[in-house]
């Protein structure tokens, strides 16, 4: 069965950095692309970081140039690296992955807390 299981998230200062890993298992990972989505308390889940099977990476506004995505085909993990931190980056941060039949599978998700 598919399992994503992100790990990495933590308690940091403004401006810091932390590194969040999914691994995931159960599909051919190399073969899908991969995202990060985050979901604050009282507010929607957002989409912030994509990867494609080929490894281009798309973000939205927010977090372009503070966030990159990787992956790493051999460990079946995706990477969120996330720089600069802001208090308004504080959310539990899930990875997603579409099935062929787009069906959404989800983590369990790993806490940020950017806060002085």
């Known amino acids: 069965q598919v399992q994503l299981v992100e790990s990495g998230g933590g308690l940091v200062q403004p401006g810091g950095s932390l590194r969040l890993s999914c691994a995931a298992s159960?599909?051919?990972?190399?073969?899908?692309?991969m995202s990060w989505y985050r979901q604050a308390p009282g507010k929607e889940r957002e989409l912030v970081a994509t990867?494609?099977?080929?490894?281009?990476?798309n973000y939205p506004d927010s977090v372009k140039g503070r966030f990159r995505i990787s992956r790493d085909n051999v460990k079946n993990t995706v990477y969120l690296q996330m720089n600069s931190l802001k208090p308004e980056d504080t959310a539990v941060y899930y990875c997603?992955?579409?099935?062929?039949?787009?069906?959404?599978?989800w983590g369990q998700g790993t806490q940020v807390t950017v806060s002085s």
């Open positions: 997603k992955w579409r099935s062929p039949r787009a069906v959404d599978y």
């Open positions: 159960g599909f051919t990972f190399s073969m899908y692309g």
């Open positions: 990867v494609t099977s080929a490894g281009s990476t």
